[in-house]
């Protein structure tokens, strides 16, 4: 019969080890039996976990089948209180492994960075992206900021050299008192004095920094009312269409895009003109302009509510001829400072020749004159 190996010469002789003197932690009392029985039945009583050599054995499950053995245990329970002390899985230990207390490390699981273990368990309870921690979302909202505000300069750069929005602000910027003045000034301008822009001095050296804004001049152009009278204009020719009996809902788009074509059809007119003319320092601004054209809808409006009142067409002709002439006349005495600037707060040194001052006034006269046009055009609803 041959020899066991380790008997052999050629193997190395059983490794001894070393008898432990108490055990690392004591294991836990096993569960109380009622019944009368044999003390050595229990897994974990001493005549077992003697052997024969001195060493302290034990036993426990599998690892994965100490939560299996829990969950049916709990399940044959048939709701039994799971605050109950169990022997087999206690608390604070899992699969033969110490609860640890070091922070970032998951118990069953191998130690590892603490920002790891801590966004994954955030995760799955739907939280952050696996391997997000702080330092990398400070990361990503300083990059956001960063893109937010190279795109700011960029439209402030770029966007605002076509449409100057602090200009946009100032004629939005009125007041009541503004508002009613305005309205009798478009409507009555015939006895109105003076008609010249208040300046805007620097408070320093007292040098010409623009012109006052609306509501601290009266004479000067906005913008809220040309608006307001252009929407309602729109809705009062769907009014009298629908009066008329040939309301449709293409009326106030149609309504709509005629005011825009005069009022861009017009703006382009004055900028030609003041191109072919040279005008030059002291002139408004495309903003303004567009505020001059747009105040024609104000007799507009009352040439639309005449008609629909039924005063007959001797009334309305008369009304329309009426706000023409005071419409032609408003921009005759507010267009002047632009292609006929004042010497006093004019940036151009050069004088003015006879013939370049008729020119500019009889383009200043057509202008003024072409309003029976546009107004006659869609007065008609």
Not at 273 to 299: N, P, R
């Amino acid at each position: 019969m041959a020899a066991p190996p380790y008997m052999s010469s050629r193997s190395p002789p059983p490794l001894q080890h070393p008898k432990p003197t108490h055990p690392a932690y004591p294991p836990p009392e096993p569960p109380h039996t009622p019944t009368g029985g044999s003390t050595n039945s229990s897994p974990y009583s001493q005549a077992q976990r003697l052997s024969q050599d001195g060493y302290i054995r034990y036993s426990s499950p599998p690892v994965g089948e100490s939560v299996q053995q829990q969950q049916h245990h709990n399940n044959s329970s048939g709701g039994a209180s799971t605050s109950s002390f169990n022997a087999y899985n206690p608390p604070n230990q899992r699969n033969g492994y110490p609860a640890s207390n070091t922070p970032g490390v998951s118990v069953g699981h191998a130690p590892g960075p603490q920002g790891y273990s801590t966004m994954n368990q955030a995760n799955s309870f739907g939280g952050t992206w696996p391997g997000m921690n702080d330092a990398t979302a400070q990361m990503g909202v300083q990059f956001g900021k960063s893109a937010v505000a190279a795109g700011q300069e960029y439209v402030e750069k770029n966007f605002t050299r076509y449409l100057p929005l602090h200009l946009i602000k100032v004629s939005f910027s009125v007041t009541n008192s503004y508002v009613l003045n305005k309205l009798r000034l478009v409507l009555f301008p015939w006895r109105h004095k003076p008609w010249s822009r208040q300046v805007k001095r620097s408070s320093e050296n007292g040098a010409m920094e623009g012109w006052q804004p609306p509501r601290d001049d009266i004479n000067a152009p906005d913008l809220y009312i040309p608006t307001m009278a252009l929407v309602t204009y729109t809705l009062l020719s769907a009014l009298a269409s629908g009066l008329q009996s040939r309301f449709h809902p293409e009326v106030l788009g149609l309504s709509l895009s005629k005011s825009l074509a005069v009022v861009i059809l017009e703006f382009c007119a004055i900028k030609l003109g003041c191109y072919l003319l040279d005008v030059k320092g002291g002139g408004a601004s495309g903003v303004e302009l567009i505020g001059y054209g747009g105040y024609k809808f104000v007799g507009i409006i009352v040439c639309i509510i005449t008609s629909m009142l039924g005063f007959g067409k001797l009334v309305s002709w008369g009304v329309f001829v009426y706000t023409f002439g005071a419409n032609a006349f408003f921009l005759l005495r507010s267009l002047k400072y632009v292609l006929l600037p004042d010497a006093s707060v004019s940036t151009v040194t050069n004088t003015l020749s006879h013939s370049q001052r008729s020119r500019r006034v009889q383009f200043l006269f057509v202008m003024a004159m072409s309003q029976v046009l546009w107004m006659g055009w869609l007065s008609i609803v």
